[in-house]
């Protein structure tokens, strides 16, 4: 049930943690370092180590975890992030240009797509990325093929994947989506704020039925 970061880079091959190629990567699941970090490989960013370079976002996760804190691992609740994912999911090929990208986007109305590089997972963006990314570059950076960008970081969990969990790490890394991997490697859906959002609401309106 790990959770694993994918560094920024360009979409070129599978940007997908060698977990999902079934191979061995470091594991960001829990929030202590349960190995010696390793600066030779990029595969995979240990949580605690992102916390320590922003405060702010330590600050985010305490909040968000404080009643699990005092919880033992065993007695904390499960919700598996199958249950809350969408499996609706949009892609375009690395080779596609900003402004394509933006009008499948539009066209399906959704925020977030997968990037493929040819049948590999090579990243995930969303509108508002995308949007700020334009907004920093020169005004034809519409035109720009996406294989020629250095793509965010995303999230990656198995359907399995704990969704608490899951939402501490989007805290900790100051993302809003993560992508969900089936036992194949291949995209199954797509965990966003708006679906923890949506969860809240919804216990909220069970609680005050009762």
């Known amino acids: 049930m790990s959770i694993f970061v994918s560094e920024p880079g360009r979409p070129v ?18 929030l202590t370092e349960t190995e ?4 030779g490989r990029s595969e995979a960013t240990d949580a605690e180590f992102q916390l320590a370079a922003n405060a702010g976002r330590h600050r985010a996760l305490e909040e968000y975890g404080a009643t699990a804190a005092g919880e033992r691992r065993e007695e904390r609740p499960y919700l598996p992030v199958s249950r809350i994912a969408s499996s609706t999911l949009y892609s375009v090929q690395a080779s596609a240009t900003i402004a394509e990208a933006l009008s499948v986007m539009d066209e399906h109305q959704v925020h977030h797509l997968v990037i493929m590089s040819s049948d590999n997972v090579a990243g995930l963006v969303d509108l508002r990325w995308l949007l700020g990314w334009l907004h920093d570059h020169e005004a034809n950076a519409m035109s720009e093929s996406l294989q020629h960008i250095e793509l965010p970081a995303f999230l990656t969990a198995s359907p399995e994947t704990d969704a608490h969990q899951l ?5 900790a890394h100051q993302l809003n989506a ?3 991997i089936d036992t194949k490697g291949k995209a199954a859906g797509v965990v966003t704020s ?3 959002l949506r969860l809240y609401a919804n216990s909220g309106r069970h609680e005050g039925t009762v």
Request: net charge positive; charged share 25%; proline share 3%.
């Open 36 to 39: 010696t970090i390793n600066t």
């Open 194 to 196: 708006t679906d923890y």
């Open 178 to 180: 993560a992508l969900v």
């Open 167 to 171: 939402a501490r790490l989007m805290l």
């Open 13 to 30: 091959g599978t940007r997908l943690p060698e977990a999902f190629r079934a191979r061995r990567v470091g594991d960001v699941t829990e």
